[in-house]
């Protein structure tokens, strides 16, 4: 049995607007691997309220590295496609441990997932005893008490962890806080300072910073140009805009492709709504749709004009790239390159 169908509509889409596009190597730098039986699933205490959107978890409860292998084969045929791994929001060195030996079996590369009350001691320790090439966190790791809104960057990388990864010259995978996102003075000032006090580590600013839609942007890259060697990935990201202005901020050097696999699996089209993202979806494909304020279905005859959030995603890069007149090398760059050299670069630094 299939993991997931192909329609007709999806092979379509593939053969006819990406399969001749995509280069023939593909590195996706933005991909969860956890098995559902590893995970720690606390409650929330009373009072507290969720700190991430419900929708992403109704589209797989896991994500093996068999079922990453086996999406990749069924969604771009006759490509070879890569990974840079990392576990699932909650820090667990059970999924971290299953990380690592996922990494050692199939090649890909991997990030260990830090929690901010580890010493510098012990995330330098755990990166070296797994093979992993650097860190990736998440605001839910912030201590409790303090609001969602509130959370900073430091709040879940601080900055002794920050050091040890400079020092090391690994990357750091950054999802920002903030319901201001990209555009967000805190974000901006912190991202910055990072940069200027860690000038060695490789610092990615994933999803474009959150910027799902034009009014996330504000004036962040006119700002965020004091540190021209920022990375980003366009990871989960179907704003045209902002895929065509990070890419002319930044260069196409310093732009990767992502996946957030497997989210990226979802049949979603993505619009802009009242300054907020909506994921078009077809009906009872993902259960209750009022869980989540970024759900709605569409008709069953809408619902066959969907395909899988990937290709929408490679397909705002198209339009991106066509707008920027890209060449040939420079989508090859963004959309495997960039990110083998980052990851070597890393490797050699860490490892020798």
């Known amino acids: ?147 969602e809104r509130e959370i900073r960057i430091f709040d879940f990388f601080p900055k002794h962890q920050l050091k040890r990864i400079d020092e090391m010259g690994g990357i750091v995978m950054l999802h920002i806080p903030r319901p201001g996102r990209l555009k967000d003075p805190v974000n901006l000032a912190q991202i910055l300072e990072i940069k200027a006090e860690f000038p060695r580590l490789k610092l990615v600013i994933a999803h474009i910073g959150r910027a799902y839609t034009q009014g996330d942007i504000g004036n962040a890259f006119d700002i965020l140009g004091a540190a021209p060697d920022l990375l980003y990935d366009f990871t989960a990201n179907c704003c045209e805009t902002a895929i065509t202005e990070v890419i002319r901020h930044a260069g196409p050097k310093n732009v990767m492709f992502g996946t957030d696999m497997p989210i990226l699996r979802m049949r979603t089209r993505r619009i802009e709504e009242n300054g907020t993202y909506i994921n078009l979806i077809p009906p009872g494909l993902y259960g209750d749709p009022s869980q989540d304020p970024h759900l709605r279905e569409v008709t069953p005859e809408e619902a066959e004009k969907i395909t899988f959030f990937a290709y929408e995603e490679l397909l705002a890069f198209k339009r991106a790239s066509q707008t920027l007149g890209l060449s040939r090398a420079d989508i090859e760059d963004v959309l495997c390159n960039n990110a083998i050299r980052m990851i070597e670069e890393a490797r050699r630094n860490i490892y020798g």
């Open 1 to 147: 049995m299939s993991l997931f169908p192909i329609t007709t509509y999806d092979r379509m889409i593939y053969e006819t607007e990406l399969k001749d596009f995509l280069p023939d190597h593909l590195f996706d730098v933005h991909a969860h691997v956890w098995l559902d039986e590893l995970r720690e699933k606390p409650e929330l205490k009373e009072g507290e309220v969720s700190r991430v959107v419900a929708w992403p978890s109704m589209v797989a409860k896991d994500d093996s590295i068999e079922d990453l292998i086996e999406t990749y084969r069924l969604m771009f045929p006759g490509k070879t496609v890569e990974a840079l791994m990392f576990g699932q929001s909650e820090h667990d060195d059970k999924i971290n441990n299953y990380v690592s030996q996922c990494s050692k079996t199939s090649g890909f590369p991997a990030l260990y997932f830090s929690h901010p009350e580890q010493s510098a001691d012990t995330v330098e320790q755990k990166i070296r005893d797994g093979g992993f090439l650097g860190v990736k966190s998440y605001l839910d790791l912030s201590p409790r008490y303090l609001p």
